[in-house]
């Protein structure tokens, strides 16, 4: 079983930066591939960001690209989501999720195990 509670959502303006953090309960997360969703009101949840087990690969929804990163600290079992240049359509609740495998999956099907979310809110 692995547990996900994330932190560093808010309210901001718009061109500010905010730094998102996922904690995994047990040192197993090491080994999997860690995912970021997010789900607007009214919306779908939909593909963020995605890294494999070592922090070796990477990948990104086009709307966040160059925007956003997503790293890992496998040694604090934390998995981070770097926010640059937030937007007004980035507005939504942001998931944390661990995949049963190490490498990058980019759906939501391919992950077991998701954290509670936490709201990012982006005022123009």
């Known amino acids: 079983q692995v547990q996900l509670v994330e932190s560093g959502g808010g309210l901001v303006q718009a061109g500010v930066s905010l730094r998102l953090s996922c904690a995994a309960s047990?040192?197993?997360?090491?080994?999997?591939?860690m995912g970021w969703f997010r789900q607007a009101p009214g919306k779908e949840r939909e593909f963020v960001a995605a890294?494999?087990?070592?922090?070796?690969?990477?990948r990104y929804a086009d709307s966040v690209k160059g925007r956003f990163t997503i790293s890992r600290d496998n040694a604090k079992n934390t998995v981070y989501l770097q926010m640059n240049s937030l937007k007004p359509e980035d507005t939504a609740v942001y998931y944390c999720?661990?995949?049963?495998?190490?490498?990058?999956?980019?759906?939501?099907?391919?992950?077991?195990?998701w954290g509670q979310g936490t709201q990012v809110t982006v005022s123009s």
């Open positions: 890294i494999n087990w070592s922090g070796g690969s990477t």
């Open positions: 047990v040192r197993t997360s090491s080994n999997r591939a």
């Open positions: 999720a661990a995949a049963p495998q190490s490498s990058i999956v980019t759906t939501t099907r391919g992950y077991n195990y």
